[in-house]
């Protein structure tokens, strides 16, 4: 793997774009957000906050809109509840409803204002991110690995080579139009140099099979980037546009990652990831697999 030969700092923000209105899951989106939908009993905002923080990132930037006030009141002390189990002697019920962050991260929540799509989102950060390299975590994408998260791989590479890297996985042609693809050079342990992106093409036109998932590490220099970009038919500033600005002048590297992606923006992918959750916690797994044997066998 080539390098730029320079070492960078730990990255110590993570933006997480929450903006979106979730429709795909109407009504429940109604009243509330896509992100706080729970797998299991934990929201999916909060699967990606801890991948974050489990990879050394202490301050997390959530791009939001004026009706998300739950995904703020989730990550806050919850004083009432936790007074009302601490009086009832439920200490593990009170362990439980403190652990959704250490007390030690930083968040800040920013108004995206317009939903004028990811690219927009991400430029909305900078005045948090400042002149540094920062990962974004999209929530939709749910990565589970039992070492070490998908962001803490990124950040391995990154560390390496010093340039912004993408998280990219092998997707069927089918559903192929539904990724930013990326042609890579030759692959060395999962990661490769792109040399090209796409957002969206035809499964004939596209360069690889390597989809890209919600799963980034980005130079600061993509927010002058995402000024440039102009906005596409539907007026939303793409990310993979000012990506594919910045593969001109920076290197960028795609990772092929260690552990299994839920798409938990779609229907499917949400109930296979709660299905696969569920059957993996020591508590309910054993009681739910012969329950849903025996349902498999009666339909």
Not at 52 to 79: E, Q
Not at 103 to 111: G, T
Request: negative net charge; contains cysteine.
């Amino acid at each position: 793997m080539s390098s730029t030969g320079t070492k960078t700092d730990q990255i110590l923000t993570a933006v997480f774009p929450v903006a979106g209105m979730g429709t795909r899951f109407l009504p429940a989106t109604k009243s509330t957000p896509k992100e706080m939908l729970p797998i299991v009993d934990k929201p999916l905002i909060q699967y990606a906050a801890e991948e974050a923080v489990s990879a050394g990132i202490d301050s997390l930037v959530f791009i939001t809109n004026r009706t998300k006030h739950s995904i703020s009141d989730h990550f806050d002390r919850a004083y009432e509840l936790e007074d009302r189990l601490s009086r009832a002697g439920k200490q593990a019920l009170l362990q439980r409803a403190r652990q959704t962050l250490p007390r030690d991260v930083n968040r800040l929540y920013i108004p995206q204002g317009e939903p004028k799509g990811l690219g927009h989102a991400v430029g909305c950060a900078e005045s948090a991110v400042g002149r540094a390299f920062f990962a974004v975590l999209l929530a939709d994408d749910l990565i589970l690995n039992d070492e070490l998260g998908c962001i803490g791989q990124m950040l391995a590479i990154h560390q390496q080579t010093g340039a912004s890297v993408i998280a990219v996985e092998q997707v069927p042609q089918h559903e192929i139009s539904r990724y930013g693809v990326v042609a890579v050079e030759q692959m060395h342990n999962g990661a490769g140099r792109i040399t090209s992106i796409v957002e969206k093409p035809a499964p004939e036109d596209a360069p690889s099979d390597l989809g890209v998932v919600g799963r980034y590490i980005l130079s600061p220099r993509i927010f002058d980037l995402l000024k440039d970009v102009a906005a596409d038919g539907h007026g939303e500033i793409q990310l993979t546009d000012a990506i594919a600005m910045l593969l001109r002048e920076e290197p960028v590297y795609a990772l092929q990652f260690d552990g299994r992606r839920y798409d938990c923006g779609h229907r499917e992918g949400f109930v296979h990831a709660t299905v696969d959750v569920a059957l993996n916690d020591a508590e309910l797994g054993p009681r739910l697999r012969p329950q849903l044997q025996a349902w498999l066998n009666e339909n």
